[in-house]
């Protein structure tokens, strides 16, 4: 029998349902990788992802001593509706996030909604960016948008 002939019997038994397929081993091939976690400059000297991981962390302790101050300022009555709210945004961003994934892989609407985008950024950028007038009111606009949320007056 040919080789030919070999292979076409193999490959009909091993397509038929309950006929296990012979296994050929791969040869072996050993790999030694090693991984050093710091420069191989000096071990003394700080490293700058150890500077950034304390600056973080100073990051998070300003930010949890702020939000501990504003729990402690809430009266008691608050806390209840407060706890609330919060538990009400993070479901609605959950419910957001599945509704935008839904209507993402309907293949149509998901390219009909990016052209929409694209026709409305151009038709703003086109209207509020050509004409100097325009850009120093959207500037303005801006500008006291900006105030109003720092506190700046």
């Known amino acids: 029998m040919s080789t030919l002939a070999?292979?076409?019997?193999v490959s009909a038994l091993s397509l038929r349902r309950g006929?296990?397929?012979?296994?050929?081993?791969?040869?072996?091939?050993?790999?030694?990788?090693?991984?050093?976690s710091e420069p191989e400059g000096s071990p003394s000297s700080p490293s700058s992802?150890?500077?950034a991981m304390q600056k973080l962390q100073a990051q998070a302790s300003d930010a949890l001593k702020f939000v501990q101050g504003k729990?402690?300022?809430?009266d008691n009555s608050e806390k209840?509706?407060?706890?609330?709210?919060?538990?009400g945004v993070v479901v609605a961003q959950i419910a957001i996030g599945a509704t935008i994934d839904a209507v993402d892989r309907i293949p149509v609407v998901n390219k009909g909604l990016q052209l929409i985008g694209v026709a409305v950024t151009a038709l703003f950028f086109?209207?509020?960016?050509?004409?100097?007038?325009e850009r120093e009111s959207v500037k303005?606009?801006?500008?006291?948008?900006v105030k109003s949320v720092t506190g700046e007056k």
């Open 6 to 9: 070999v292979k076409s019997v």
């Open 19 to 36: 006929v296990a397929r012979t296994a050929v081993p791969a040869p072996l091939q050993k790999r030694v990788v090693r991984v050093r």
């Open 49 to 51: 992802s150890d500077e």
């Open 71 to 74: 729990w402690d300022s809430t």
């Open 80 to 87: 209840p509706a407060a706890i609330a709210i919060i538990l």
């Open 126 to 133: 086109y209207r509020y960016f050509t004409d100097p007038a």
């Open 140 to 145: 303005k606009s801006v500008d006291a948008f």
